[in-house]
Every structure is written in C-alpha cells, then in structure tokens.
Nanobody, 126 residues
Framework: QVHLVESGGGFVQAGDSVRLSCVAS????????PGWFRQAPGKEREFVAV?????????YADSVKGRFTISRDDANNTVVYLQMTNLNPEDTALYYC??????????????????WGQGTQVTVAS
C-alpha cells in the first residue's frame, strides 16, 4: 500500500511556472512508475506525464510537451515532481499523482494506475 500526497498547486497568471510535488509513504517509487494526471471541471481525467525507471525517457501528453517536465528524486525514491512552465488557462485543473506498475510503462490510461493522491488544484488566470 502506498499513500500519495500532492502539493504545490495554487492560483497563478498565464505564463507563470509552478512546481508540483508528490510524496509517497508506505512504499517508495523503486518498484512502481509515478505519473501525473489532471481533471478540469466537466472533463474527464487526462494523462499528463509518467516517468520511467533510470534511463527510460518520460512520456508526456501532447498538450504539455515542451512545457512540463516530470522528474523524480532518485536519492530516496519517494518524491516525484511536475515542473510546469508557460502555463495557460487551459492548464487549470486538479492535478493528481498516481502510480502504475513497472510492466505498464507506456500506458496512459487512468485505469492502469492503481494508487492515487487526493490532488492539488492549479488555477491559471488569463
């Protein structure tokens, strides 16, 4: 069992940057793949990014590619980050941290992610 807690959300202006953090407790990310999803009001939850193990390249949704960067703290394997730059109002959403198994790297459906945090809200004003 792993418990995930996100932080770092807030209210920002278009063009600003925000860094989200996700801290795992109970288990580390050493045997799982952490990722980020988001859900805007009235919309389905959508994949944002997932990071692989060691040298595996991260995967990003096309809508955030080049603006968002996912990274992990390999020193203790309990923290994953989402650096978001050049934010726009379409990025407004509740951002969730989630984990999937190592064998599912490349999967971007929320159904493939078994553990979820409660989410952190990011609101981008125009």
């Amino acid at each position: 069992q792993v418990h995930l807690v996100e932080s770092g959300g807030g209210f920002v202006q278009a063009g600003d940057s925000v860094r989200l953090s996700c801290v795992a407790s109970g288990r580390t990310f050493s045997d799982s793949l952490p990722g980020w999803f988001r859900q805007a009001p009235g919309k389905e939850r959508e994949f944002v990014a997932v990071i692989g193990w060691r040298d595996a390249s991260p995967l990003y949704a096309d809508s955030v590619k080049g603006r968002f960067t996912i990274s992990r703290d390999d020193a203790n394997n309990t923290v994953v980050y989402l650096q978001m730059t050049n934010l726009n109002p379409e990025d407004t959403a509740l951002y969730y941290c989630a984990t999937t198994s190592l064998s599912k790297f490349g999967k971007t459906s929320s159904r493939d992610f078994g553990y979820w945090g409660q989410g952190t809200q990011v609101t981008v004003a125009s």
